[in-house]
């Protein structure tokens, strides 16, 4: 049974961070890429960053220098490093998986979910 879990959202300030971590199990994570999406109340589910199998990184403009995407192939885990958080980023994060070398950039394109984690950002 494939299962990715995340962790690591909670409460926090305007101008923190927080990382969030993304567990996978039941799949062969080496020959995935990974995704995190996010989804504002009453907005639909967006791209944030991706990592592909080769490590090449991609950013929505919005987080871009703010958050880092990676990945550690011998823990099954991708992370998501969030510093200078703002109160727009407030949003359920998904961890999204993708077979194949090529990043998901959208809700079509990915193969397995996540249940989420609430990021929330208060100003």
């Known amino acids: 049974q494939v299962q990715l879990v995340e962790s690591g959202g909670g409460l926090v300030q305007a101008g923190d961070s927080l990382r969030l971590s993304c567990a996978a199990s039941?799949?062969?994570?080496?020959?995935?890429?990974m995704t995190w999406f996010r989804q504002a109340p009453g907005k639909g589910r967006e791209f944030v960053a991706g990592?592909?199998?080769?490590?090449?990184?991609y950013y929505v403009d919005s987080t871009k220098g703010r958050f880092t995407i990676s990945r550690d192939n011998a823990k099954n885990r991708v992370s998501l490093q969030m510093n200078s958080l703002k109160p727009e980023d407030t949003a359920v994060y998904y961890c999204?998986?993708?077979?194949?070398?090529?990043?998901?950039?959208?809700?079509?394109?990915?193969?397995?979910w996540g249940p989420g984690t609430q990021v929330t950002v208060s100003s």
């Open positions: 990592i592909s199998w080769t490590y090449s990184t």
């Open positions: 999204a998986a993708r077979y194949g070398g090529s990043v998901a950039r959208e809700n079509y394109e990915v193969g397995y």
């Open positions: 039941g799949l062969a994570f080496s020959t995935y890429s």
